[in-house]
């Protein structure tokens, strides 16, 4: 089964507005890292938070991890058009161990 | 710098035909590994590789499957013969050792089996 668990599958927000995606883990993971999917494109890489960290910001971007809760919530602020895409959250489980675990994705579409 | 690149960028083949796709990793990464999604489900490791070698074939589903590395440069990946529920997006990336700020993921290749 999957590891890591988008909520919600699909979000639908206005200009301006903020978006929040959540996921949800089982193992335990040395870090956590989000991904966007632009239609038809590659993944890009947006933030890498590693387990013994609590919050990281990147521009608009601001993702939390809760390792207790084995869970990380990434919020974009100010949303813009150009942010509609697929957002996957990905887990790398130990320091030696590169492999990636996705989850499903959130579908974020902003509305202009 | 250049990316991952992956090609082709799209792939329709019968069921039964043999189809090669390729991916080209930024250079001097030693990891590689390829991912697929399948069905709009959730992106699925398939295998890494560091430099030449095989680290983790976990994902790999069948021996349809074939990925090579030689001279742990480019990884082509070979699924013969093709079946309609390999019909996918199959993502490449490269890391450095270790992946300390992410990978890079390359386009992918739409493979459409009919």
């Known amino acids: 089964s999957q590891q890591g668990e988008e909520d919600p599958q699909a979000l639908s927000i206005q200009e301006g507005e903020n978006a929040t995606m959540n996921c949800s883990y089982k193992t335990s993971i040395n870090n956590l890292q989000w991904y966007r999917q632009n239609s038809g494109r590659g993944l890009v890489h947006l933030i890498l938070i590693r387990s013994n960290e609590r919050e990281k910001h990147s521009g608009r971007l601001r993702v939390t991890l809760d390792t207790s809760k084995k869970s990380s919530s990434l919020l974009i602020t100010a949303s813009r058009a150009a942010d509609t895409a697929s957002y996957f959250c990905a887990t790398a489980p130990g320091s030696n161990d590169y492999k990636l675990s996705f989850g499903a994705g959130t579908t974020v579409t902003v509305r202009a | 710098e250049a990316g991952v690149t992956q090609f082709p960028s799209h792939s329709v083949i019968e069921k039964g035909q043999t189809v090669t796709l390729r991916c080209d990793p930024i250079s001097g990464h030693d990891n590689l590994y390829w991912y697929r999604r399948v069905m709009g489900k959730e992106i699925k490791f398939l295998l890494h590789f560091v430099k030449e070698s095989k680290q983790d074939e976990s994902g790999m589903p069948n021996n349809r499957f074939l990925a090579e590395r030689t001279g742990g440069t480019y990884s082509t990946l070979k699924v013969q013969p093709a079946e309609l529920e390999d019909s996918g997006v199959y993502f490449c990336?490269?890391?450095?050792?270790?992946?300390?700020?992410?990978?890079?993921f390359g386009s992918g290749t739409r493979l459409t089996v009919v």
């Open positions: 990336a490269s890391s450095p050792s270790p992946p300390a700020s992410g990978y890079t």
